[in-house]
């Protein structure tokens, strides 16, 4: 099983910034990727930001030039840097990560239980 833990989110002015932290444990062999999703009442969850284990970041149009993910490959860990915040981007974050499962060829993807981002006007 993988565990994937959130932390970060929060009440922010309109221009601010936050940093979200997504920690994964748990039996895997390796991490494939992860991402941070987001997803408000009555939407689909879209993709915000991805990065592989190798280093290929990918981002919506939405949050380029705002937003930065990163990752700690010894910690298992990934970074969304949020700045210049806007009202739009209020949701639930998500981290995601796909993992090889250890001793096997097989991927699996798992969720994180969601953390709310909420910018003020």
């Known amino acids: 099983q993988v565990q994937l833990v959130e932390s970060g989110g929060g009440l922010v002015q309109a221009g601010g910034s936050l940093r979200l932290s997504c920690a994964a444990s748990g039996s895997f062999f390796s991490i494939l990727y992860m991402a941070w999703y987001r997803q408000t009442p009555g939407k689909q969850r879209e993709l915000v930001a991805a990065?592989?284990?190798?280093?290929?970041?990918n981002y919506a149009d939405s949050v380029k030039g705002r937003f930065t993910i990163s990752g700690d490959n010894a910690k298992n860990t990934s970074y969304l840097q949020m700045n210049s915040l806007k009202p739009e981007d209020t949701a639930v974050y998500y981290c995601k990560a796909q993992v090889q499962v250890r001793f096997t060829t097989v991927r699996g993807d798992y969720w994180g239980q969601g953390t709310q981002v909420t910018v003020s006007s």
């Open positions: 990065i592989t284990s190798d280093g290929r970041i």
